[in-house]
């Protein structure tokens, strides 16, 4: 039996290192790869990496598929992004760097805090992507896509929870981010940090109220949601915004 034990904990340790080795050189040859102009290998390892999708019996890919929907578009975004930044070899690496943590810090975290950063970064790391090829872009594809960042994004906050409506809930999130997308996408806003990659302004308008709304969703769930916390969230939020649109320069751009 003991020797059973230990042989289960170093598989376990075997496991781990290939794991962890496995998701130090995905960044590193994301990176390589998207120096080959056009980056479709890079795109592509990215979308292999996920072959255990496809490991179990085919009744489990669709659910392993939408589980795993958050981690795709993080990989997709950050391939994108280190494009986009090829005028400089630094800011690539930085970028493959923030990848990794993304691989090896957060993506592990099952904790209902942790799961809510995870889909805070990849609602925005996707947005920040879109929106910086949205100029080639038809105006289909990127409201197609901001649905599908909002379903993500919502589907993987409410999945931690016991909730009976996960697919209309996200469902929701998405059609109101197809909204709000249709309207910023003709008032495209942009903060120029100096840097390859800009940051769009719907980006940060979505973290707010994303942040708000996933905040009142919790405190619904464990039972703690008051009058003050509602009347502060909301406060804190609206201001938050204020600032963001206050600061903007709404020159129209049809």
């Not at 795709?72 to 986009?84: E, F, K, N, Q």
């Not at 909002?150 to 409410?158: D, F, I, N």
């Not at 600032?243 to 751009?253: H, K, Q, R």
Request: hydrophobic content about 60%; aromatic content about 12%.
């Amino acid at each position: 039996m003991i020797d059973l034990l230990r042989a289960k904990a170093t598989r376990t340790r075997v496991s781990n290192a290939i794991y962890t080795g496995f998701n130090l050189l995905l960044p590193v040859a994301v990176l390589l790869l998207v120096r080959l102009d056009p980056p479709y290998l890079a795109f592509a390892i990215v979308i292999l990496s996920k072959w255990r999708i496809l490991a179990l019996r085919p009744r489990f890919w669709w659910p392993n598929l939408k589980a795993n929907l958050a981690d795709i578009i993080v990989g997709l975004s950050a391939v994108a992004l280190i494009y986009l930044a090829s005028s400089s070899f630094t800011i690539q690496i930085i970028l493959a760097l923030l990848y990794g943590v993304w691989l090896l810090v957060l993506k592990p975290r099952s904790t209902q805090h942790g799961v809510l950063l995870q889909a805070g970064v990849a609602q925005v790391v996707s947005l920040v992507a879109l929106f910086n090829f949205s100029v080639i872009l038809p105006e289909f594809f990127v409201l197609l896509a901001c649905g599908l960042i909002g379903y993500v994004s919502a589907r993987h906050v409410v999945s931690n929870y016991e909730e009976q409506y996960i697919e209309l809930l996200a469902t929701v999130w998405g059609l109101f981010m197809v909204e709000l997308a249709w309207i910023m996408y003709r008032w495209t806003n942009v903060y120029n940090l100096g840097l390859p990659v800009k940051i769009p302004q719907i980006a940060l308008v979505m973290l707010v109220i994303g942040f708000c709304a996933a905040r009142m969703y919790d405190f619904s769930k464990t039972n703690k949601l008051t009058k003050s916390m509602l009347r502060g969230t909301v406060v804190f939020g609206a201001a938050l915004l204020a600032i963001i649109l206050f600061f903007s320069s709404w020159d129209v751009t049809v």
